[in-house]
């Protein structure tokens, strides 16, 4: 069981807007940095979010990412079909003294 | 451009030990703006963290995840310019996808190698 939760599963229509949430605990996302991963299936993730709220180059201004307290969102917005995939947040855990990763949700285009 | 090649076997027997290495273009393990990492990934237990090497004013340095501390070991080879993984007394739990990833300094973990299924075989 992840010390980060997100929920499992998240859907939305194509232009639609859509979030995933992320939360944790001062040990993780309180008090450290969260990252967002893409991953599709049979392939490495790919890196969407970092430092809270940065893309790296090559990402479109469609994600973007905010962090408040202990929890963190990602919103993609004007959604559409490719945007399907896998969605992880990660923080470093002072606690466990390691990284730790969300479940995961699986975000569907209808 | 940062490429992270991994080899290693896909079948490892129970009890055994896991090696996987992977191979680094484009950057150096001995980098002071990197480290490098494995992560596994399996259905039963999602992406998990099992640890980094990395080099700080050419001291190296060593962190491990809590779930496989005292079996793992991650070690750099600056002659050949990659790392391994060595985790031992593996069990069918240990079955996973593993990874090995670049996290840069100042960002995360944007390069990441293709991924090796290891199956562990009671």
């Known amino acids: 069981q992840s010390v980060v939760t997100q929920p499992p599963s998240a859907s939305g229509t194509p232009g639609q807007r859509v979030t995933i949430s992320c939360s944790g605990s001062s040990s993780n996302i309180g008090g450290n940095y969260v990252h967002w991963f893409q991953q599709f299936p049979g392939t490495a993730p790919k890196l969407l979010i970092y430092?809270?709220?940065h893309r790296p180059s090559g990402v479109p201004d469609r994600f973007s990412a905010s962090k408040s307290g202990t929890s963190a969102s990602l919103a993609i917005s004007g959604l559409r079909s490719e945007d399907e995939a896998d969605y992880y947040c990660?923080?470093?855990?002072?606690?466990?003294?390691?990284?730790?990763f969300g479940g995961g949700t699986k975000l569907t285009v209808l | 451009q940062v490429q992270l090649q991994q080899s290693g076997p896909a079948v490892v027997k129970a009890s055994q030990t896991l090696s996987l290495t992977c191979d680094i273009s484009g950057d150096s393990v001995s980098s002071n703006s990197a480290t490098w990492n494995w992560i596994r990934q399996s259905p039963s237990r999602g992406l998990e963290w099992l640890g980094r090497?990395?080099?700080?004013?050419?001291?190296?340095?060593?962190d491990y995840g809590i779930s496989v501390r005292g079996r793992i070991s991650i070690n750099p080879d600056t002659s050949k310019n990659q790392f391994s993984l060595h985790l031992n007394s593996v069990t069918p739990e240990d079955t996973a996808v593993y990874y090995c990833?670049?996290?840069?300094?100042?960002?995360?973990?944007?390069?990441w190698g293709q991924g090796t299924l290891v199956t562990v075989s009671s």
């Open positions: 990660a923080a470093w855990d002072d606690s466990l003294s390691g990284r730790v």
């Open positions: 430092k809270n709220n």
């Open positions: 990833a670049r996290e840069l300094f100042g960002s995360d973990f944007d390069y």
């Open positions: 090497t990395y080099y700080r004013r050419s001291k190296l340095y060593n």
